[in-house]
């Protein structure tokens, strides 16, 4: 693991800065120490270093080839000519070198709508470096919001790099009122005509009730891509593809070709329903796949139903739309069902490219399958513009705030389609150890390759974004510190051995703030856990939102578990502030103590029992002493925990509507009393993570028409709209 030396220890000694790899290390954006959580100092391992060097494609195995690895960069950054991608934000200046060998260079630029636009740049001579003459950028102040291209001659050498414009800030919506949502796990809210999980009309019902409770946006789990055949990946936040969206939460029914069925089509389908239609009222964990498997069945007889003119027109603009990232998606997809699952040893994920001649037989010989995978996004998309349709018809200011996972599977439609755009093979992503993690996590995602993203002037990140804002009113990027660095942890190291590699977040923020202005929407970065102080800083300027959550948030931030809590009145004002967050249980479990009696029982503790839950005692104690001293709880209520949980759970949230946070937000899980954990971090197959449905206190199933009936939410919903008061 990473040498941890004493926490009074902030900095690299100069014995180590003067060492060829790491100046190496640094050269390539990878940090060779960080400060954890508990502000100790670490050193990163020589052999984690080459390691991650290795995946960004540096040999770094021997001191000659460090020694010529560093040389040749060192040569490379001092003859660059311009950088492949350029961040400009309106009213600052850009942050851009041309470095020429011939004087001045010629510099034209083309806008994004394809018009000429050369007086908005301009060159300011700023030094000679030994046989290179470097210029600034000046680019005009005036100059439209968007991906622009950039065209430098200088002699014999050309480049041509992408120009992002953005705006200083994404404009916030009225920044002097607050607003509250819920936040739900969609496929776990089931209505009598699903079919056994969640759907984009349970989705679009759950939806209008929050409208109608007052709630101003709903935060779902993401809706990225899954597999197309089992067993399913049931992790959102693992999906074979960032691109496009979950087929399986589909409502056939809702398909307008459903009603035109042939009523011997029809009796199939919902018998078809009928074989998983009694799991919409069992709260055990949901079987995905039995549901995935009598769904697919139905959707495949409305998909061979023939479309209107109209129809089949609309399908034939959308696939000409989403390009060739969609015939990556639909030939993965063919691939997956009659070659059979990627990860399995020699499979055609390692053998076939999507251009080979056997991908290239499997779609003309099975091009009903391609159509399917195609018409399934099409159907998807369709359904969850419908959800938000009605939840701003319904006066919801943002309506639906989308989740964006960290990354995709390693399996995946994107990695394999694309292999060039990720780190593959021998390094994936996750984070170090924190309180709430003591073994640290690895998430098995390969991270994004940041010389990729700045070759290609960061167009899949673009279009990934800019979908996502097409059905929402706002976007919430999980682990937000991904967008300024990603912990690598090589094969074999385990998650404690890794190190952090830099990205350009500006450029990122770019984007975000281009897409979300576009959109009139917001963004919101989950920037919790092992995060430098910098970091909110950064998104609160640019109008980005960071994330507060009660049980975290501590006088001066302090990591340790029993230490007094922080006022509300402290919070960020540019922040999505929460009780609690999906990494926890649901705050009546927590108040119960179940993320003990999970942890222990899952093996996932590095001290003994007693130790983690006298300090989850203290916590709870640190908790209830706060909410009695601010007049939100009362002290009989405080004593006796087990007989009070929803009196301590609305005083939570009462507490959370004193805060000045911009956003604020309450769980559907709090709201009818669920205990049970929707996801334990550092589990897979230990615990059925994202399979928990909807249910109360008593474990009865809570049906989508039934949510905003429950007195409980109804409570719960009155405090919330306490807020501006």
Same mark, same amino acid.
């Given at each position: ?377 099409? %159907? !998807?998309?369709?359904? &969850? +513009? =419908? ?7 319904? @006066?919801?200011? #943002? *309506? ?108 990122? %923020? !770019?984007?975000?703030? &281009? +897409? =979300? ?7 919101? @970065?989950?920037? #919790? *856990? ?196």
């Amino acid at each position: 693991m990473p040498d941890a030396t004493s926490t009074a220890r902030r900095e690299e000694s100069a014995e180590r800065l003067a060492r060829p790899l790491i100046q190496l290390a640094k050269a390539w954006g990878v940090a060779t120490c960080y400060i954890d959580q508990l502000g100790t100092y670490v050193e990163i391992r020589d052999e984690v270093l080459v390691s991650v060097l290795r995946a960004l494609g540096v040999d770094a195995s021997t001191p000659e080839l460090i020694a010529d690895a560093l040389e040749q960069r060192r040569s490379a950054d001092h003859e660059l000519l311009v950088a492949p991608t350029v961040v400009k934000f309106l009213g600052t200046p850009a942050r851009a070198q041309l470095r020429t060998k011939h004087g001045e260079p010629r510099v034209t630029l083309k806008l994004e709508d394809g018009s000429d636009a050369n007086a908005a740049v301009k060159l300011v001579f700023s030094e000679h470096d030994g046989d290179v003459d470097v210029y600034e950028l000046d680019i005009d102040d005036e100059l439209a919001i968007g991906y622009h291209t950039l065209h430098v001659v200088d002699g014999e050498r050309e480049a041509t790099a992408t120009l992002i414009c953005a705006p200083a800030s994404i404009p916030v919506p009225q920044p002097e009122q607050k607003r509250w949502g819920w936040m739900a796990q969609m496929y776990s809210v089931r209505s009598p005509q699903s079919w056994g999980v969640g759907d984009y009309e349970d989705l679009r019902e759950l939806l209008r009730g929050a409208a109608e409770s007052g709630a101003d946006f709903m935060l779902i789990n993401p809706v990225h891509a899954t597999a197309p055949v089992s067993p399913l990946e049931p992790s959102p936040y693992s999906p074979m593809s960032r691109r496009f969206l979950n087929a399986t939460y589909i409502r056939p029914q809702s398909i307008p070709e459903f009603n035109e069925l042939s009523q011997k089509d029809m009796i199939t389908v919902k018998e078809l329903h009928e074989e998983v239609a009694a799991d919409n009222y069992d709260s055990a964990p949901m079987d995905i796949n039995a549901a995935w498997q009598a769904k697919r069945k139905a959707l495949r007889i409305i998909f061979d139903q023939p479309r209107s003119a109209e129809r089949q027109a609309a399908f034939e603009a959308f696939k000409k739309e989403s390009g060739s990232d969609l015939d990556t998606w639909a030939l993965w997809s063919v691939a997956f069902e009659e070659l059979g699952e990627p990860w399995v040893e020699d499979s055609w994920f390692y053998t076939e490219a999507r251009n080979s001649a056997r991908i290239t037989a499997l779609r003309e010989e099975h091009a009903d399958l391609y159509e399917f995978a195609c018409w399934l996004q099409w %159907i !998807a998309e369709d359904q &969850i +513009e =419908a959800a938000q349709r009605t939840a701003l018809d319904a @006066g919801m200011s #943002l *309506g639906l705030m989308q989740d964006m996972a960290v990354g995709v599977h390693s399996f995946g439609a994107d990695v394999w389609g694309n292999p060039e755009r990720f780190a593959v093979g021998s390094v994936t992503v996750g984070c170090p150890p924190d309180f709430y993690n003591q073994q640290g996590q690895d998430w098995g995602q390969p991270p994004l390759n940041p010389n990729y993203l700045e070759a290609t002037g960061y167009q899949m990140y673009r279009e990934m974004v800019g979908h996502m804002f097409a059905h929402a009113g706002a976007i919430r990027i999980d682990h937000i510190l991904g967008l300024f660095r990603l912990w690598w942890i090589p094969a074999g190291e385990g998650a404690k051995g890794g190190a952090y590699v830099a990205y350009n977040y500006e450029a990122m %923020i !770019a984007v975000l703030s &281009i +897409e =979300a202005t576009r959109a009139h929407g917001m963004v919101i @970065g989950e920037d #919790l *856990g092992t995060v430098p102080e910098y970091v909110s800083k950064v998104l609160a300027d640019h109008g980005l939102l960071g994330t507060t959550v009660e049980w975290f948030a501590r006088v001066d931030n302090s990591p340790n578990a029993g230490d007094p809590y922080a006022m509300p009145q402290t919070y960020r004002k540019f922040s999505l502030s929460s009780v609690t967050t999906h990494d926890l249980p649901p705050t009546a479990g927590y108040l119960m103590l179940e993320q003990v009696k999970l942890r222990e029982k899952l093996g996932l503790l590095s001290e003994p029992v007693e130790e983690f839950r006298e300090s989850c005692l203290n916590e709870r104690k640190a908790m209830l002493d706060l909410l009695v001293s601010g007049g939100w709880l009362s002290q009989e209520a405080a004593d006796d925990v087990p007989n009070n949980l929803q009196t301590i759970v609305e005083a939570m949230h009462a507490m959370l509507t004193d805060a000045p946070s911009l956003l604020l937000q309450a769980a559907l899980v709090d709201g009818v009393g669920e205990e049970r954990a929707q996801n334990q971090p550092g589990t897979s197959t230990e615990y059925p993570n994202w399979r928990i449905p909807l249910a109360d206190e008593h474990r009865k199933v809570v049906m989508t028409e039934d949510v905003f009936k429950s007195p409980r939410v109804q409570s719960l919903a009155a405090i919330m709209n306490r807020i501006n008061r």
